[in-house]
């Protein structure tokens, strides 16, 4: 045995057991029958060798009826009544399979009812306890068995379980008689045998605890007679043992007492005062002792439901019945029950309701008139039959909104009950949505359906449901009710950025100001929330070799567009940007537009006079001949706009001239030709005043003054070309041949150059492929180790490298040479040094020749061979910025520059020859 919480002993094993059933459903058992005190166990109890036999039968009962009930699926803990607050009944967290760390993440709650809150879970360890004191009679009235329903939701994923809470009746109520004192007539003339009901006693608890017998006072003319017409109704009856003598005793006053079958035992008495009287000896006779009868239960009121007939045997006002409902009739009975006085018809006074109580007893009492009547009983058993007069309930007991449009179908979105109060088809309820939502009801079990997506969602075309949920029962006419659920649809980014139009074609004048506005582009996001904010951007682009954000910038809110620069419609007429509309969703969707922006032309530019050209200053000289003929081309005035259309029409007009009635100017062409021939009045120079305007508004035009000088003998008549034919052919015919000559003689040079150092070399019986192989065997490491090396690499030229540094020294004369790399891979620069002594022989020079490696900045070396040539040229001082030399320094005293014979040479001598071929590399 091991201590429970609410005080009572279990046994050890009725811990409790689960069982696999069906899916979230469990079999458990905290509680056992019988329960006892545990002071009982350890006391009286024990001490009874039956009592040991008789408890481990009920137990092995009361094990094998758990085991059938673990077919219904459900959880299951039995608790006797009256526990006090926080009394454990079970760890629910446990017998359900659940994490306790996840019940308050979850919202693990237990779904409220119309009752009270009797239970609650503590989410911190899942253990079930009582929240408020339960009194089973309160809860569940006369019934044999009480269970309370317990529905318990957790989320994330949505489940629910359901679990029934046994609560067993404890001996907490004695009985108790209607009265505390009962006046019973009876007269003396009542033959002994006569049965005298008695009001029953009520004991509220069930079971062994309910009412089991009554227990009367010992006396001399009566003894109890318990009549059981079911389990709940014991109807004591005096039973006139021996005749009374009213002379002798008048009264008699009785004790009756009620006694329950619990442990320990309580009971209810009342008091019984039997006065004796001298009446009327036939009582009335009822034709039945219990009448049974069926109602509905919306009878009206005043529905007739039985008649009742007594008679009696005596005469006059002794045989006259009067009918009345009994003295130990429930109040109940008397709210919703009526007897005619007169004619013994009981009708409906009340509303009746079988789900309150279906069944009903009325006891009816018939007395006649006569002095010292003797009441008869009868009792009159009402059935109330269930009518379909509730209707369905629908109760949301979970809901998931607002939903992601992008929820998948069958997500379920809340969790609905359907009750009905009635029984049979009136309480069959079938479910249904109104309308075509996107939704469907699938049953869950018993009385829940589940509401889930049939198809996809899109909040931009509907944000918002109500949905109609429709129950109907099976009953007739069937009863139905409904109930609106709003489901919000929420946002996913699923819409990306849409412009008004796909390409845009804006007019801008050119000369326009930087920073102005050119155009607007709007794109529209259906989407909500941060899913439809957007940004605008220019995506990359060239423009005339630039890119397209140097020329125009958007706005990234608004999607204006601003010109950068001033734009010149001679330069740029027309150009394309490419914008981006892009949404500010977690994955951002885009898209684009073109933007053709098209440069007006302006009136900004002047006519400029090509032809003829001035000559000195702003006077144009031109010769006609004297004797020009009317119609003679004197001049032909040529001018050029740089606008377009419009702005470029060119007009000509004479503001002034010498003679103007001598010349006529063609306003379209320019052309100023002969109106007349010279006169001998005319003057050989005549001054002309020249006007080329354009058609832009304002106008703008150029001026241009020619002398024009009549002379008697012209050049041929010259016609009208271009600048660019002006140009003599036989000055580019020299220029060619020129450039052809030098080329020639150049790579001559560089021919008879190479040859003649291949020819010394192989006097000097070297080959410029072998040339010096020890020399060669030492390596750019080397070289740079020497302190008399002089390496310097030009930092304004890449991939240039120059160097300088001695030669090979001979005993008495000391020479140095310089070697310089180009940027350019294909050429080499050889610097070619004569020594600074008189010529060796070539078979007393114990080298034979000499090679210098150069470390250039890819780390490789370069040999060049270099022979001393027969002639020394002057230094030359105008180097170039990049192979200029400075702070070089000699150890030898050779290295000065004074030649054994006392003449002065210079320090350094170079010889650059840039070749097409290299030569000497290692």
């Not at 001049?635 to 009635?661: I, M, P």
Request: charged share 20%; net charge negative; aromatic share 6%.
């Amino acid at each position: 045995m091991w201590p429970h919480p609410s005080g009572f002993i279990q046994d050890p094993d009725s811990r409790p057991h689960h069982e696999s059933l069906t899916p979230k459903s469990v079999w458990a058992h905290s509680w056992e029958q019988p329960l006892v005190p545990a002071g009982r166990e350890r006391g009286d109890m024990a001490n009874s060798p039956g009592r040991g036999i008789w408890k481990s039968f009920m137990l092995f009962f009361l094990r094998l009826v758990s085991i059938l009930d673990g077919a219904s699926g459900q959880l299951r803990y039995s608790i006797p009544e009256e526990l006090k607050h926080g009394a454990f009944v079970g760890n629910i967290a446990d017998d359900l399979g659940l994490n306790v760390g996840e019940l308050s993440a979850r919202r693990f709650r237990i779904v409220p009812s119309a009752r009270k809150h009797y239970l609650e879970v503590n989410l911190e360890n899942g253990i079930l306890f009582v929240n408020e004191k339960i009194d089973r009679e309160a809860v569940c009235g006369l019934s044999a068995a009480c269970f309370l329903s317990l529905e318990v939701v957790i989320e994330s994923p949505l489940e629910l379980y359901q679990a029934e809470i046994e609560i067993v009746d404890v001996n907490d109520n004695p009985p108790a008689f209607p009265n505390t004192q009962v006046k019973l007539d009876i007269t003396e003339s009542a033959a002994p045998g006569s049965r005298f009901p008695l009001e029953s006693a009520q004991d509220p608890d069930v079971g062994t605890n309910s009412l089991r017998t009554y227990r009367l006072s010992p006396n001399e003319h009566f003894v109890l007679e318990v009549q059981t017409r079911s389990e709940r109704s014991k109807i004591p009856e005096l039973i006139l043992e021996r005749s009374l003598d009213r002379e002798r005793q008048a009264v008699h006053r009785l004790l009756l007492t009620a006694l329950d079958g619990g442990v320990p035992e309580k009971s209810g008495s009342v008091r019984i005062a039997v006065h004796v009287v001298d009446a009327n000896d036939n009582t009335p006779v009822f034709e039945r002792p219990v009448y049974t009868v069926r109602v509905a239960e919306d009878a009206p009121r005043g529905t007739l439901l039985v008649q009742l007939n007594a008679s009696d045997l005596d005469e006059g006002t002794n045989g006259r019945i009067a009918y009345s409902l009994g003295s130990h009739a429930h109040g109940t009975v008397r709210e919703l029950f009526s007897v005619d006085p007169q004619t013994g018809q009981v009708r409906v006074k009340g509303g009746l309701d079988y789900e309150g109580s279906p069944v009903h007893e009325v006891y009816v009492q018939a007395k006649d008139l006569g002095p010292n009547a003797v009441a008869a009983h009868c009792n009159v058993i009402v059935e109330v039959q269930d009518v379909n007069d509730n209707r369905p309930e629908i109760v949301l007991t979970s809901l998931s909104s607002p939903v992601p449009e992008d929820a998948s179908p069958g997500t379920v979105i809340a969790l609905i009950s359907v009750t009905d109060r009635d029984t049979g088809a009136n309480g069959r309820v079938s479910c249904r949505l109104t309308g075509s939502p996107p939704f469907k009801l699938l049953p869950s079990f018993r009385k829940y359906f589940t509401l889930v997506t049939e198809r996809r969602l899109d909040r931009e075309l509907v944000p918002e449901y109500n949905v109609t949920v429709a129950a109907r029962d099976g009953g007739s006419p069937p009863l139905s009710s409904s109930r609106t659920i709003r489901v919000k649809v929420s946002d996913v980014n699923d819409n990306p950025p849409r412009f008004s139009r796909a390409s845009y074609t804006v007019y801008v004048m050119e000369n326009n100001a930087p920073g102005a506005s050119i155009c607007s582009v709007r794109a529209e996001d259906p989407d909500a929330n941060q899913n439809s904010y957007l940004s605008y951007s220019i995506l990359e682009g060239q423009v005339q070799g630039m890119p397209v954000s140097t020329y125009v910038s958007v706005n990234s809110d608004t999607g204006s567009l601003y010109a950068l620069r001033s734009f010149d419609f001679e330069q740029l007429r027309k150009f394309r940007v490419q914008i981006r509309a892009q949404d500010a969703g977690f994955t951002p969707l885009s898209s684009n537009c073109t933007v053709n922006i098209l440069i007006l032309d302006q009136n900004d530019n002047g006519p400029v006079i090509v032809a003829p050209l001035p000559r000195n200053g702003s006077v144009a000289a031109e010769t006609v001949p004297r004797w020009a003929a009317a119609g003679h081309l004197a001049v032909r005035v040529t001018a050029v706009d740089a606008d377009q259309g419009a702005n470029a029409r060119l007009s000509y007009r004479l503001l002034r001239a010498t003679e103007r009635g001598l010349f006529k100017l063609d306003v379209h062409t320019g052309e100023i030709r002969m109106a007349r021939p010279f006169g001998p009045r005319d003057s050989p120079q005549q001054s002309l005043v020249l006007q080329a305007q354009d058609g832009g508004v304002p106008p703008l035009s150029a001026t241009l003054t020619i002398l024009l000088t009549a002379v008697d003998r012209v050049p041929e008549p010259r016609a009208e070309p271009d600048r660019d034919s002006q140009l003599n052919p036989d000055l580019t015919l020299y220029l060619i041949i020129s450039l052809g000559s030098i080329s020639f003689l150049f790579l001559l040079a560089i021919l008879l150059l190479a040859l003649t150092r291949w020819h010394r070399l192989r006097a000097d019986g070297c080959s410029p492929l072998a040339c010096c192989p020890t020399a060669r065997r030492r390596n750019s490491a080397h070289i740079f180790q020497k302190p008399d090396v002089n390496l310097q690499l030009a930092a304004g030229a890449p991939g240039a490298a120059s160097g300088e540094f001695p030669a090979c020294r001979l005993p008495s004369q000391a020479y140095r040479y310089k070697v310089c790399l180009t940027p350019e891979s294909a050429k080499s620069d050889f610097m070619f040094l004569r020594p600074c002594g008189p010529a060796t022989p070539p078979n007393n020079n114990p080298l034979q020749g000499c090679h210098a490696r150069v470390a250039g900045d890819s780390g490789h070396g370069l040999g060049a061979a270099i022979k001393a040539p027969t002639e020394v040229k002057q230094q030359n001082t105008d180097y170039p910025p990049f192979q200029r030399n400075v702070g070089f320094s000699s150890r030898e005293p050779e290295e000065t520059g004074i030649r054994p014979d006392g003449q002065p040479e210079s320090g350094k001598v170079r010889s650059a020859v840039t070749a097409p071929t290299v030569f000497g590399f290692a």
